[in-house]
């Protein structure tokens, strides 16, 4: 089925974190809207900072898929400091949001090794003002993960987002 939510891991097998399931409703997603997500992910070491990111994201057009750039930290980008972004909008110190709170999902490096639960949860989409080229469509993301050059996971993702 075309644009039906897919996801894997992308990772080497000695990758220390490995995303063991992952679904998310509705398919499509909808923006505005509510996005119900399960997860569960493990990790055999520590992850402190600092933590980077590389997000590739592609868009469907037609049968081409096209990678879509980086536009004001949104899209394709390298994210050197994981662990600072998060104290950005997570002042250290304070509590982590729900529902990590109630399920002890840490929102703040490092991340302890250990198995990782989030049981279906529910997440307001709200009505943001999305880029153009961020509306209805299929896309495909790989996020990779790694320290000092060592990678420590990689997932890639295939979704569709409806906007109203």
């Not at 037609?62 to 994210?79: K, V």
């Not at 729900?98 to 703040?108: A, K, Q, S």
């Not at 000092?148 to 906007?163: D, I, N, T």
Request: proline fraction near 9%; charge should be negative; hydrophobic fraction near 40%.
């Amino acid at each position: 089925q075309v644009g039906a939510f897919a996801w894997e891991n992308c990772g080497d097998k000695k990758d220390p974190v490995v995303l063991q399931s992952l679904s998310v409703a509705p398919d499509p997603i909808s923006i505005p809207g509510s996005l119900r997500v399960s997860a569960a992910a493990s990790s055999s070491k520590t992850m402190a900072s600092p933590l980077k990111a590389v997000l590739v994201v592609e868009k469907a057009l037609g049968d081409l898929w096209i990678q879509l750039p980086c536009i004001d930290q949104m899209g394709s980008c390298t994210y050197n400091d994981v662990c600072t972004i998060l104290d950005d909008l997570i002042p250290p110190g304070t509590t982590c949001p729900e529902p990590l709170l109630t399920y002890g999902i840490p929102c703040h490096c490092p991340f302890k090794a250990g198995s990782y639960s989030l049981p279906a949860s529910d997440f307001d989409l709200p009505d943001v003002e999305l880029p153009a080229w961020m509306t209805n469509g299929n896309y495909r993301v790989r996020a990779a993960v790694s320290n000092g050059g060592e990678e420590l996971g990689c997932v890639k993702l295939a979704f569709s987002l409806q906007s109203q």
